[in-house]
């Protein structure tokens, strides 16, 4: 490090800029006269040639940073051009020596190396050549500059308005000169964002080189770029990991190397996410009927290239303390309907055909299909099994959902033909719909207020419930919603632990944001608060790691002798000061939860009222109605400012 540099006798002046007699160097150790240090000329940057530029990525190969470990650069074929491997060796010896690692060689560097070269003064050289045939390549220059003791320079060694890593400089004589103009960087923007790669694009008001430096990190560590001019800049990076925050700056320079720098940004890589809305967990099952044939409508939150069905064979009844889990495995066919009438065929390990494991779930090979985002699409799936079916409650024949059922004549209707409605509002869809994807997508999770008990699908969405019809204009989503579910027996549900309970976690696992609303059920059965809070701060733990969760407060439960149409004649339930304290307790945002959403003073008169907003807010005291919710939707509560990766 040049503040570290100690020498047994005292350090000869160092000119910059004045060409002394050096010697060649041949890796690992420099072969120099011991008063002769490496003194460069010129400063160099990124894009320029020049004899010099040789020398220094020889002195960067024999010095420990290799300028490439083989081909042009590497040691023994080092060229004359200063180019993106200079540019990344002389960052990372800029950054050992304890200097800006802005990778342009002004004079505090040229002077790092002159040290450097005069510390290795005593190696030991395996073969040297003449100093005089070094010397001969590096321009002489007779302009004085300041002296350098011990790496301190004495006075400032920066000719007036240069800037490292901004330009200013670069004379042959090193003479004071105004720093020169540099590009404006403008419209940084990343595009094309995979789970593997992603294209950082900008423009400059000048043609420039394009550089990229990025990593998982605001130190970067890692560059991409060209020395090619333009004023369009469009760099690719490669080798990324999926689901994964990237800081990244570009960098330009002009012709006449001023440079300059945007400051951070950054990007997440693309995750295997929802795509769609409208995933469903089933709430029953049928034991009578064997097969079933669905078709269900979903919209495209993500543009869609590739997706996967997630198929389960298990249900969920909130009043049981464990998944409902089928006793036999299902046979499955499907395909994805987009535009209506074109029909994908959906593969399970390349073959038409899956299997679902008894009480498990399937989940589909990928299927190449360009579904852009807002698009609705139509997915079919026969499923037989001779424990009997599960479904859903939320079919809406009104707006396309459509579901035959039958002991054993059920015809498989996947890739083609009219699916007639014969289960009013059973359906199968799938559990959940997922693809690669730069969007939030949202595990929704609680009782019959999230599965929307009073608040049919009453529109072309079919979204219902207190958050998915708030979210599902913006967002994919998974509706885990069921009558009855406690805080308690959803722990069991998200336990990891118990494979027999492990298909709504992993379930979970493709969110990218995790909304519970779990809560009230409690407080009417009885539970203390410490004992809500207990088992709330539980679940928020067991949820897939890495995952934010949230939690909603909670609306009251009320007994109205007018039906909901005064205050007045509302009555709270006798526990509700466990839910007052519970919702004040989440609105401390405890360890564990990343925020929440404010329902309860949407329904609420007043917070902590304990009686429902009329008319028209709740029919029995405990669901909001379709108002209710398209109030919720209305609010902005959920808005995509809110809900982000």
Do not use: C
């Amino acid at each position: 490090m040049l503040n570290s540099f100690t020498r047994s006798r005292p350090l000869p002046l160092l000119v910059v800029g004045f060409a002394f007699s050096v010697a060649a160097f041949v890796a690992p150790h420099l072969a120099i006269a011991d008063t002769a240090p490496l003194v460069l000329s010129t400063n160099y940057r990124l894009g320029e040639s020049a004899p010099q530029i040789r020398l220094i990525q020889q002195f960067l190969n024999a010095d420990g940073f290799a300028v490439a470990s083989s081909g042009p650069g590497s040691r023994g074929d080092e060229t004359t051009f200063f180019g993106l491997l200079t540019y990344r060796a002389l960052k990372n010896f800029q950054a050992n020596e304890g200097l800006p690692p802005t990778g342009y060689l002004g004079p505090l560097t040229r002077a790092a190396i002159a040290l450097r070269t005069m510390s290795n003064a005593t190696a030991t050289p395996e073969t040297a050549t003449s100093t005089a045939a070094i010397a001969s390549s590096i321009p002489a220059s007779t302009s004085s500059a300041p002296t350098f003791a011990f790496g301190v320079a004495q006075p400032n060694p920066l000719p007036v308005g240069y800037t490292p890593g901004y330009g200013g400089g670069g004379g042959s004589s090193g003479a004071p000169s105004a720093t020169p103009a540099a590009p404006v960087i403008s419209s940084i923007a990343p595009s094309a964002v995979s789970d593997v790669s992603a294209t950082i694009t900008w423009t400059t008001d000048e043609p420039s080189t394009s550089l990229v430096e990025y990593g998982p990190t605001s130190s970067y560590g890692l560059s991409s770029g060209t020395t090619t001019l333009a004023t369009s800049h469009a760099i690719t990076l490669t080798g990324l990991s999926a689901d994964t925050a990237y800081h990244f700056e570009v960098q330009s320079a002009n012709a006449s190397g001023a440079l300059s720098r945007s400051g951070d940004n950054s990007f997440e890589t693309a995750y295997l996410g929802y795509v769609a809305t409208r995933g469903y967990i089933d709430v029953g099952d049928n034991t009578t009927d064997k097969q079933l044939m669905s078709r269900t409508f979903h919209y495209a939150r993500s543009n869609i290239t590739s997706l996967q069905l997630v198929l389960p064979d298990w249900w969920i009844n909130g009043s049981a303390a464990s998944e409902q889990l089928m006793a036999k495995s299902a046979t499955t066919t499907a395909s994805i309907e987009y535009p209506v009438g074109t029909f994908t065929q959906v593969t399970f390990g390349g073959s038409a055909t899956g299997t679902i494991p008894a009480g498990g779930t399937l989940v589909s090979d990928p299927v190449s299909v360009t579904i852009p985002s807002g698009a609705e699409f139509y997915v079919r799936v026969f499923f037989e099994n001779a424990s009997g079916i599960v479904y859903s409650g939320k079919g809406d024949p009104s707006f396309g959902d459509a579901t035959t059922i039958g002991t054993s004549t059920v015809q498989d209707q996947t890739m083609g033909g009219t699916v007639a409605n014969n289960a009013g509002s059973e359906m199968y869809a799938p559990a959940a719909i997922i693809g690669t994807t730069t969007e939030p997508s949202v595990f929704i999770v609680g009782d019959s207020r999230i599965y929307g008990n009073d608040d049919p699908s009453d529109d072309t969405s079919g979204d219902a419930g207190e958050v998915a019809r708030a979210i599902g204009p913006n967002f994919a989503y998974v509706n885990a919603g069921a009558s009855g579910l406690r805080t308690d027996f959803l722990v069991n549900f998200l336990n990891a632990d118990e494979p027999s309970d492990a298909n709504m976690y992993k379930l979970a696992s493709y969110a990218s944001d995790i909304i519970n609303e779990t809560g009230v059920v409690d407080v009417i059965l009885g539970s203390t608060t410490p004992q809500i809070e207990n088992n709330l701060a539980t679940l928020w733990s067991l949820f897939p790691p890495g995952i934010p969760v949230y939690q909603t407060t909670m609306p009251p439960y009320t007994t109205s002798t007018d039906g909901w149409t005064t205050l007045v004649n509302q009555t709270p339930n006798s526990d509700d000061a466990a839910r007052i304290a519970t919702d004040d307790w989440i609105r401390t945002t405890p360890l564990g939860l990343a925020g929440y959403f404010e329902v309860a003073n949407l329904m609420e008169s007043a917070q902590d009222s304990g009686l429902w907003k009329v008319p028209g807010y709740t029919t029995d005291g405990v669901h909001e109605t379709t108002t209710g919710n398209i109030d919720i939707e209305t609010s902005g509560l959920f808005a995509t400012s809110t809900i982000t990766r």
